[in-house]
């Protein structure tokens, strides 16, 4: 059994007298520790099924298990303890609260989970180290989002949930942050999943998954996946 499966998810939205219907028998496979890229046009269904995966929209048909368990069975106690502890997400614009350091934002995410690691710690790992004191305003786009892989990867998750990362980033930041995200599930085993419209940096995952008007179209494994200091787009 894979560690993720995604089987068979359908997934509609009310829209007046009819219905949306994002996903459409959406089915892949994710074995753990892997790096996936998850590829497709706007529309696509991609933030849907991460969205599900990450416990936060829930399937209308099919099953979705995370290391065996069912997340669309759970209840919304236990999706609310899945959500806190065992999965860690990372949008395209930060979501950093303001009026909070770097090192505040860390903290209050690590607070809720009981299993976290040391918050400065975390942020010296992702090369801020001496910016702990910062408000967000003093930080540029790409420490931003340091600090937001921080404040995931501090609650110590089994899986990391990107959508977009890079999407409001230069290029050569980017490119530090999608090395980030690599070097993350490297070093810390932690299976992580990211969402781009970006095809050229499809070389540094271990799978890549294409979607299509809500179905999965294919699934390839990258046997010899490329550091991403080495691709260029
Ligand atoms: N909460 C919602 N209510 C109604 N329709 C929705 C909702 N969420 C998504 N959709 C629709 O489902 C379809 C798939 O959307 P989704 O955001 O998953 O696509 P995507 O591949 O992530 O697109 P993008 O790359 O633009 O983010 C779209 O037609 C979208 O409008």
């Known amino acids: 059994m894979a560690y993720i499966e995604f089987n068979h998810v359908i997934k509609e939205y009310p829209a007046g007298d009819s ?3 994002a ?35 829930t399937a209308t048909q099919g099953s979705v298990l995370v290391n065996g368990r069912d997340i669309t069975r759970l209840s919304h106690k236990e999706l609310v303890m899945y959500r806190r502890t065992d999965i860690g997400f990372v949008f395209q614009f930060y979501n950093l609260i303001p009026s909070l350091t770097a090192l505040e934002n860390v903290e209050l995410a690590s607070q809720i989970s009981d299993d976290h690691l040391d918050p400065a710690q975390t942020l010296g790992k992702v090369g801020l180290g001496k910016r702990l004191n ?5 930080l ?3 420490e931003q989002q340091r600090v937001s892989i921080a404040r995931a990867i ?3 998750p089994k899986l990391l949930l990107c959508d977009e990362p890079t999407g409001a980033l230069d290029y050569a930041t980017g490119k530090q942050i999608l090395q980030l995200l ?16 970006n095809n050229a940096i499809a070389p540094m995952a271990d799978q890549v998954i294409h979607f299509r008007s809500g179905k999965v179209m294919g699934s390839t494994l990258n046997p010899s996946p490329t550091p991403v200091a080495d691709i260029e787009w």
């Open 19 to 21: 219905t949306i219907r």
């Open 182 to 197: 690599q070097d993350v599930n490297r070093n810390e085993g932690i299976t992580v999943i990211i969402i781009t419209h």
């Open 23 to 57: 996903l459409d028998d959406a089915d892949f496979h994710i074995e753990e520790g892997r790096l996936a890229i998850v590829l497709g046009q706007s529309g696509a269904g991609k933030t849907t099924a991460l969205n599900i995966l990450g416990g936060m929209d």
């Open 140 to 142: 540029s786009g790409g």
């Open 134 to 138: 910062n408000f967000s305003s003093q």
């Open 154 to 156: 501090a609650k110590k």
